[in-house]
Nanobody, 115 residues
Framework: QVQLVESGGGLVQPGGSLSLSCAAS????????MGWYRQAPGKERELVAT???????VYADSVKGRFTISRGNAKNTVYLQMNSLKPEDTAVYYC?????????WGQGTQVTVSS
């Protein structure tokens, strides 16, 4: 089993910044991908950004140039730096780990962008 614990999030004004972090523990193997997804009220969960063990990244078009995903030195942590936040970024953000075809999820953290 894999456990994911997220931290960060909260309320921020439009144009502001927030940082999310996620730490993974448990049965983690060498090759895996971590990432962030989000789900706004009434919408499906969508990809925000992912990063492989090798550092390759993928971003949703809606966050390119504003969000940055990175891995910690221990490789079992992942961060999401969110800049120039917009009201449409408001959602519950979920940390995800994908290994051997199985995806694990964190409990989610609320990000609200509002004046």
């Amino acid at each position: 089993q894999v456990q994911l614990v997220e931290s960060g999030g909260g309320l921020v004004q439009p144009g502001g910044s927030l940082s999310l972090s996620c730490a993974a523990s448990g049965s983690i193997f060498v090759i895996y991908t971590m990432g962030w997804y989000r789900q706004a009220p009434g919408k499906e969960r969508e990809l925000v950004a992912t990063i492989t063990n090798g550092g390759s990244t993928v971003y949703a078009d809606s966050v390119k140039g504003r969000f940055t995903i990175s891995r910690g030195n221990a490789k079992n942590t992942v961060y999401l730096q969110m800049n120039s936040l917009k009201p449409e970024d408001t959602a519950v953000y979920y940390c995800s780990l994908l290994q051997r075809g199985h995806r694990y999820w964190g409990q989610g953290t609320q990000v609200t962008v509002s004046s």
